[in-house]
């Protein structure tokens, strides 16, 4: 059971990027996923979450900058990240959703310029 992060950088304030996760190991397509995010010091946050039907979560604080979406055929969950804001910096992780029964390794993200 794997799920393996990417997409993660340095990207300027107003920036975006796209990160990916693909998964092996388990029947992806029967799972909800999702992304959560932790500060240094801080606590994990669900950041979005997409479930089985396509049904998606957003936190409040990323509603209509984030965009989760799947592929099942690639085992590989994505988040767009527009609007990027240096408050968003932290370590990504995928995940399965809301459970974390399944994470990856992580992917930093720091916004600054």
């Known amino acids: 059971v794997q799920l393996v992060e990417s997409g993660g950088g340095l990207v300027q304030p107003g920036g975006s990027l796209r990160l990916s996760c693909a998964a092996s190991?388990?029947?992806?397509?029967?799972?909800?996923m999702g992304w959560a995010r932790q500060v240094p010091g801080k606590g994990l946050e669900w950041v979005s979450g997409?479930?089985?039907?396509?049904?998606?979560y957003y936190a409040d604080s990323v509603k209509g900058r984030f965009t989760i979406s799947r592929d099942n055929a690639k085992n590989t969950v994505y988040l767009q990240m527009n609007s990027l804001k240096p408050e968003d910096t932290a370590v990504y992780y995928c995940?399965?959703?809301?459970?974390?029964?399944?994470w990856g390794q992580g992917t930093l993200v720091t916004v600054s310029s």
């Open positions: 995940a399965t959703f809301p459970q974390l029964e399944v």
């Open positions: 190991g388990f029947t992806f397509s029967s799972y909800a």
């Open positions: 997409i479930y089985s039907d396509g049904s998606t």
